[in-house]
């Protein structure tokens, strides 16, 4: 599940409105909205903070998308590509315990690294059906 999704299913369940999800998280409502209508995701890792204070519940929760990956790509390959996708970003996460990598960055460089399986699973597709 997307961050926007997630956040959206948070506020509904919270029953509080968009205005007054973006006033607890110290943003403006545009910008809250564009979270959960426009994928667009915060820059300031605080705001996360915020929204998981507001919402309660774990700041990875609104961090982590790998859980969506992981699913899709055992609904598309499967069984192994579940498994595939589990040990990728297993060792994703792996290069960058302990490292000085900003968060932000680590979250886009596994973004990136998700996006790289898709298309190598698709090429890789195409040169099996010739």
Do not use: H
């Not at 040990?87 to 968060?103: H, K, M, P, Q």
């Amino acid at each position: 599940m997307k961050f926007g999704e997630k956040i959206r299913r948070l506020r509904t369940a919270k029953r509080i409105s968009q205005e007054e999800a973006a006033k607890a998280a110290g943003i403006s409502r545009r910008a809250y909205g564009s979270y959960e209508q426009d994928g667009v995701y915060p820059r300031n890792r605080e705001i996360y903070s915020r929204l998981a204070a507001l919402f309660e519940c774990d700041v990875n929760y609104l961090l982590t998308e790998d859980e969506d990956f992981v699913s899709r790509a055992g609904e598309v390959y499967g069984d192994r590509g579940r498994r595939q996708a589990q040990d990728l970003v297993r060792e994703a996460s792996a290069l960058f315990a302990g490292g000085e990598l900003a968060d932000e960055d680590k979250d886009e460089m596994l973004r990136a690294i998700q996006e790289a399986y898709w298309i190598a699973k698709e090429r890789n597709r195409k040169y099996k059906a010739n």
